[in-house]
């Protein structure tokens, strides 16, 4: 979406797709109408929303290694605070497109040491049921799918339990809200 002194955007928009813009009601996981046809880039790039302007993810800020650009890698990597700590998320441009990927797992496993890794695929962003996965600093890894909660450790899995009601419908009144307020966004802009 923009560029910093040491690397630029260059051919890849996957942010564009893949990331939620609630001024333009656009959820996550679908491309941007604004996206230029004719290659790379913001076909509004000078009017475009703040939030656009200020994004940064994490290889354009100039972590991980520079042929990890996100185009590249498969995945938009951002470091999301949690309470007082850091959660490294990784939005996959493609169901299982993280098993698929060596690179990907091997930067997993590097920030697994110091921060949960939060793995979500967007195919269907405001679907309460989307799974995702948890990979735990501790070697644990929480896959959560609908109601579901199964635990790993050393790929088998040691617990299964479901969500709290509370927890789950909290996530369902959130994302609800989610979609309600992008489908406002949307039409407005189409007023
Ligand atoms: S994902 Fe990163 S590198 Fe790609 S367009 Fe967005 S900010 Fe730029
Ligand atoms: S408005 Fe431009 S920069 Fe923002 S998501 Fe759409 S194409 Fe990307």
Known sequence: M??????????CSLCCTLLRVDELGKPGGTPCRNQRSDGPGCGIHVTRPSICR??????????????????????????????????????LAEPGGFDASPRLRAIAERYRGSMPVRITDLAAPLDPDAPFR?????????????????????????????????????????LA???????????????
């Open 2 to 11: 923009s560029a910093d002194s040491a690397r630029i955007c260059g051919a």
């Open 54 to 91: 200020a994004y940064r993810c994490l290889w354009l800020q100039g972590s991980l290694e520079q042929q990890d650009r996100p185009d590249r890698l498969g995945a938009v990597l951002d470091l999301r605070p949690v309470g007082e700590s850091l959660r490294l998320e990784v939005k």
């Open 134 to 174: 948890v990979l735990l600093p501790n070697g644990e890894e929480q896959r959560v799918a609908g109601e579901r909660v199964t635990l790993l450790r050393e790929g088998r899995v040691v617990a299964e339990r479901r969500l709290p009601w509370l927890e789950r419908r909290v996530r369902r009144l959130l």
């Open 177 to 191: 809200w989610s979609g309600f307020r992008l489908r406002r966004a949307a039409r407005r802009r189409g007023a």
